[in-house]
């Protein structure tokens, strides 16, 4: 108690009040513009810090991570375009409930679930932090391998009815993660004359592309203004308090699920988000709604990509390791600061982690109210023509795509991929197994490949470890679930005619 009063007296002063309303605005801004997102936000940021107390520089960079988390999903559900990685599963269910004139209920829905699921987050790094990194120790190469398969196994569930459409997809995003310099012998993989492939394709360029480019073309070929489903999509429908109530379960899973997938070192809020919204699916008793604008799909990945910032910052906070690419800027952050990220952290400068913790217990009630005035805005943006709105994402799009890595290389592969994307897209193939398998695809390669370099070529290693053993267990669940059903109906009509 005595370091959280600590943490009290550092937040509540008009430096660090002011320092979590500025991180806030800005991260809005930064989650809802597709190519920036948290990353590039916070490290675009960190020189205005230099001359900063670090319990202020932190609570403004991490303010700004946590609302663009949420910004994302902005974009995501007004122009179908997810502004940062961890919105891509919010484009599922958003977009089409915006389409039906339900835009305004699923940004309430978003923004309620990600404040949620970002104070279970915060409320989990300061009880839990310990034993979940206990946990999380004890992942190796064998467990992010089965975690991996686990995650291929959800490309069915996302398929919807379009099942072999769903395989080739995630077929096409497996291929894309092989391109680049093999992890074990170091030699170049279908790069061509490309050098800038031997990193292998940026996810950033694929998301871009496939989400944002193919939209705007879309949204082109259309050519009509968008004013009449502007006005149906902001002012029709709201959430209100008892269907938000009666949501209450699917912020708590998806927080529970972001919260453990956030303390996975180099798991992140994507596949947090995935994994919410396959479950969501799982639980519901109307998964054929999903990816027809079911409001449960906004708001189970919404919850759990604001409930991983929490759980990201536990590897950064108790071990110095980054659980996300936004946590390894601001381990660079904190060291630039003359702070060593790790358990001497709680000794040494307990004001900047106690401030922290109470900062973000502050950073979210405050997104709350300032997303809640800016949501009359979002009409503005959707009144525009769609020509209008095309040109402005293949802008923004375009930017952020240079901004990454600086390269022309880079713009003009993401044009490759947004046509790509579009005739996928006019074919009703889903993109969401595509990205899905590519994030995951570098994950079991580069994992499996560790693992036998460990047992010296045996596959055994997979199975003599108990979390290994039970994820595994858990991935061939899953592919034999959705088949159950089929079984037990074809054994009952063989009942039924032996009856008769």
Same mark, same amino acid.
């Given at each position: 108690?005595?370091?959280?009063?600590?943490?009290?007296?550092?937040?509540?002063?008009?430096?660090?009040?002011?320092?979590?309303?500025?991180?806030?605005?800005?991260?809005?801004?930064?989650?809802?513009?597709?190519?920036?997102?948290? !990353?590039?936000?916070?490290?675009?940021?960190?020189?205005?810090?230099?001359?900063?107390?670090?319990?202020?520089?932190?609570?403004?960079?991490?303010?700004?991570?946590?609302?663009?988390?949420?910004?994302?999903?902005?974009?995501?559900?007004?122009?179908?375009?997810?502004?940062?990685?961890?919105?891509? +599963?919010?484009?599922?269910?958003?977009?089409?409930?915006?389409?039906?004139?339900?835009?305004?209920?699923?940004?309430?829905?978003?923004?309620?679930? !990600?404040?949620?699921?970002?104070?279970?987050?915060?409320?989990?790094?300061?009880?839990?932090?310990?034993?979940?990194?206990?946990?999380?120790? %004890?992942?190796? +190469?064998?467990?992010?391998?089965?975690?991996?398969?686990?995650?291929?196994?959800?490309?069915?569930?996302?398929? $919807?009815?379009?099942?072999?459409?769903?395989?080739?997809?995630?077929?096409?995003?497996?291929?894309?993660?092989?391109?680049?310099?093999?992890?074990?012998?170091?030699?170049?993989?279908?790069?061509?004359?490309?050098?800038?492939?031997?990193?292998?394709?940026?996810?950033?360029?694929?998301?871009? *592309?496939?989400?944002?480019?193919?939209?705007?073309?879309?949204?082109?070929?259309?050519?009509?203004?968008?004013?009449?489903?502007?006005?149906?999509?902001?002012?029709?429908? !709201?959430?209100?308090?008892?269907?938000?109530?009666?949501?209450?379960?699917?912020?708590?899973?998806?927080?529970? &699920?972001?919260?453990?997938?956030?303390?996975?070192?180099?798991?992140?809020?994507?596949?947090?988000?995935?994994?919410?919204?396959?479950?969501?699916?799982?639980?519901? %008793?109307?998964?054929?709604?999903?990816?027809?604008?079911?409001?449960?799909?906004?708001?189970?990945?919404?919850?759990?990509?604001?409930?991983?910032?929490?759980?990201?910052?536990?590897?950064?906070?108790?071990?110095?390791?980054?659980?996300?690419?936004?946590?390894?800027?601001? &381990?660079?952050?904190?060291?630039?600061?003359?702070?060593?990220?790790?358990?001497?952290?709680? !000794?040494?400068?307990?004001?900047?982690?106690?401030?922290?913790?109470?900062?973000?217990?502050?950073?979210?009630?405050?997104?709350?109210?300032?997303?809640?005035?800016?949501?009359?805005?979002?009409?503005?943006?959707?009144?525009?023509?769609?020509?209008?709105?095309?040109? $402005?994402?293949?802008?923004?799009?375009?930017? $952020?795509?240079?901004?990454?890595?600086?390269?022309?290389?880079?713009?003009?592969?993401?044009?490759?991929?947004?046509?790509?994307?579009?005739?996928?897209?006019?074919?009703?193939?889903?993109?969401?197994?595509?990205?899905?398998?590519?994030?995951?695809?570098?994950?079991?390669?580069?994992?499996?490949?560790?693992?036998?370099?460990?047992?010296?070529?045996?596959? $055994?290693?997979?199975?003599?470890?108990?979390?290994?053993?039970?994820?595994? *267990?858990?991935?061939?669940?899953?592919?034999?679930?959705?088949?159950?059903?089929?079984?037990? %109906? %074809?054994?009952?009509?063989?009942?039924?005619?032996?009856?008769?």
């Amino acid at each position: 108690m005595q370091e959280l009063l600590l943490g009290i007296e550092t937040v509540f002063t008009w430096q660090g009040i002011l320092a979590i309303f500025v991180g806030t605005a800005l991260g809005i801004l930064v989650g809802a513009l597709p190519g920036l997102g948290p !990353s590039l936000g916070v490290a675009l940021l960190i020189p205005a810090t230099f001359s900063l107390p670090p319990s202020v520089s932190f609570n403004l960079l991490v303010s700004l991570y946590i609302a663009a988390e949420y910004g994302g999903s902005i974009s995501a559900i007004l122009i179908g375009t997810p502004g940062t990685a961890a919105a891509t +599963a919010t484009v599922v269910d958003g977009y089409p409930m915006n389409r039906k004139g339900q835009g305004a209920m699923a940004l309430q829905a978003s923004l309620t679930a !990600s404040t949620i699921g970002g104070i279970i987050g915060a409320i989990s790094l300061i009880v839990f932090s310990q034993p979940l990194i206990a946990f999380v120790l %004890k992942f190796g +190469a064998p467990e992010y391998f089965a975690l991996g398969l686990l995650g291929l196994t959800l490309i069915a569930s996302l398929s $919807g009815d379009t099942i072999l459409k769903g395989l080739i997809a995630g077929l096409i995003g497996l291929l894309l993660a092989v391109v680049g310099v093999d992890p074990v012998s170091g030699s170049p993989r279908f790069t061509g004359p490309f050098f800038e492939l031997y990193e292998g394709i940026p996810f950033l360029v694929v998301l871009i *592309g496939v989400f944002a480019l193919a939209e705007a073309f879309t949204l082109a070929e259309r050519g009509n203004n968008t004013s009449d489903k502007a006005e149906k999509s902001m002012s029709s429908g !709201s959430l209100g308090i008892g269907p938000a109530l009666a949501m209450f379960p699917t912020f708590l899973r998806g927080s529970v &699920i972001g919260t453990v997938v956030g303390a996975i070192p180099g798991a992140g809020a994507n596949i947090a988000g995935w994994l919410a919204y396959v479950q969501e699916r799982r639980w519901s %008793k109307e998964p054929e709604t999903f990816g027809q604008g079911q409001i449960r799909g906004v708001a189970a990945p919404e919850a759990a990509n604001s409930a991983s910032v929490g759980g990201s910052l536990m590897p950064l906070l108790t071990l110095g390791l980054p659980g996300s690419p936004t946590t390894a800027v601001l &381990i660079g952050a904190l060291i630039i600061h003359g702070l060593q990220p790790g358990p001497r952290l709680f !000794s040494q400068n307990p004001d900047v982690v106690y401030g922290l913790f109470v900062g973000m217990l502050v950073a979210f009630p405050m997104l709350f109210v300032l997303a809640i005035a800016a949501m009359p805005l979002w009409r503005r943006v959707l009144a525009l023509p769609n020509s209008y709105l095309a040109v $402005g994402i293949i802008l923004l799009s375009l930017v $952020g795509t240079y901004s990454f890595r600086n390269l022309m290389f880079d713009v003009w592969l993401a044009i490759g991929f947004g046509i790509g994307g579009y005739f996928l897209k006019k074919l009703r193939f889903p993109m969401a197994p595509l990205v899905l398998a590519m994030v995951l695809g570098a994950i079991v390669e580069s994992n499996y490949a560790r693992a036998l370099i460990m047992s010296q070529g045996s596959h $055994g290693i997979f199975f003599e470890r108990a979390l290994s053993v039970s994820l595994i *267990g858990f991935a061939i669940l899953a592919l034999v679930w959705p088949v159950v059903p089929y079984f037990m %109906k %074809k054994i009952r009509q063989n009942r039924q005619e032996t009856a008769m």
